[in-house]
Structure formats: C-alpha cells, structure tokens
T-cell receptor
C-alpha cells in the first residue's frame, strides 16, 4: 500500500511551546522518511529526514523519531517561533523516487 | 546554482489552447519530477524522469505530455485541458535515481483553465 496518514490536520501552539506531528505508513519496505515544510505561497522544502537504520535524528529545534515496528514516525519542534507557522508534510518514499505525501498539518504559532 | 526554476509563474489558458510549462535545474541532478497541487492539498506525483527517460507515469491523462530535452530541462505540454486541471504545478529534482534523496522543488506555475 501507499497510504501515509498524518495527524493532526491542524495544530495551534503558543510561541515557545513544543509541537508534535505524527504519521503512520503501510509499506513495510519503506526506508526513507522525509518531512517537508511549505510556507504559504512557497515551494515545499525538506526540513529533516530519517532513514530506517536509525531511530531518531535531531537538527537544532527539530527532531524526527521512527518506530519501524509500529510503522510510525513523528516530527518534534521545540521552542516554537512564529516562522515555524506553515504546512508540514510527512512523506513516504516508494522505491527511490515516488514520494507519497501525507495530507499535511497546518501549524500555527500564536504569539 | 542550487535552485530549481520554473516558468511562467502564472498561466491562464482556455480549454482549446496549447501551452507549455518549463522547468530547469543546474545541480547535475539525474531525476526530475512533475507534481500537481490543488489548494489545501498535498502535492501529487504526475511524472518522473530518470536520466532523461520517463520512468513513472501516475496514470496522468494524455492532455498532459511531459518532455525532457536534456538533463537540465523538463517541460510539461498542455493541450485541451479542463477547468479541474487548474492547480499549482510543481517541478522538482533529486540527485540520485536509485537511492532515496532530497527532492528540490521549484516555485511552481499557477495554472488557471477557463
């Protein structure tokens, strides 16, 4: 299967708080899990990715965790800032090229 | 040059028109992609080119015709489109074709079909 389920669809947090977005996938052969951020009117851009041979990866305020047994992975953003407001997509790569996007999470950071 | 560029930024066309969207990258990437994105929806893959050959066609209607003239250019030819084809068309490229890697997206062409 090619399904990627993403939750929540919208998320509103106070500036400085943490945000967590979760995704589940169905293809047990998947081995690459990127997260893309799309600001309003802009192109999607990769913010972090993880491969199936690691369980967690961190880049400053952003981290991604992967649970291959449960087939889910999560994006964690700490100390949120106004510029974090955007739509975030989890993705599942089928093979090496076919990127299947989750439905997206609209994150709003309230000042 | 580390960007994917697309022209035009906006396009309005009638259902009988023929137009083309253009995409260019100079990062030496060997895979290039076309996506369609409707408002408040995720991008949906349309076509993938690997080493200038079409490798994936996601059952896209024939009124959309992709072309990869060389390793840096990707075109999408449009003919007899329908109003429901109005969307943002995104081009992307990635370095490798056989190993998963980051896809770099262009800014998109916003297409309106009247």
């Amino acid at each position: 299967g090619e399904n990627v389920e993403q939750h929540p669809s919208t998320l509103s947090v106070q500036e400085g708080d943490s945000a967590v977005i979760k995704c589940t996938y169905s293809d047990s052969a998947s081995n690459y899990f990127p997260w893309y951020k799309q600001e309003l009117g802009k192109r999607p851009q990769l913010i972090i990715d993880i491969r199936s041979n690691v369980g967690e990866k961190k880049d400053q305020r952003i981290a991604v965790t992967l649970n291959k047994t449960a087939k889910h992975f999560s994006l964690h953003i700490t100390e949120t800032q106004p510029e974090d407001s955007a739509v975030y997509f989890c993705d599942n790569l089928q093979g090496a090229q076919k990127l299947v996007f989750g439905q997206g999470t609209r994150l709003t950071i309230n000042p | 040059d580390t960007e994917v560029t697309q022209t035009p930024k906006h396009l309005v066309m009638g259902m009988t028109n023929k137009k083309s969207l253009k995409c260019e990258q100079h990062m030496g990437h060997r895979a290039m992609y076309w996506y369609k994105q409707k408002a408040k929806k995720p991008p949906e893959l349309m076509f993938v080119y690997s080493y200038e050959k079409l490798s994936i066609n996601e059952s896209v209607p024939s009124r959309f015709s992709p072309e990869c003239p060389n390793s840096s250019l990707l075109n999408l030819h449009l003919h007899a489109l329908q109003p429901e084809d109005s969307a943002l068309y995104l081009c992307a490229s990635s370095q490798w074709t056989s190993v998963p890697s980051e896809q770099f997206f262009g800014p998109g062409t916003r297409l309106t079909v009247l």
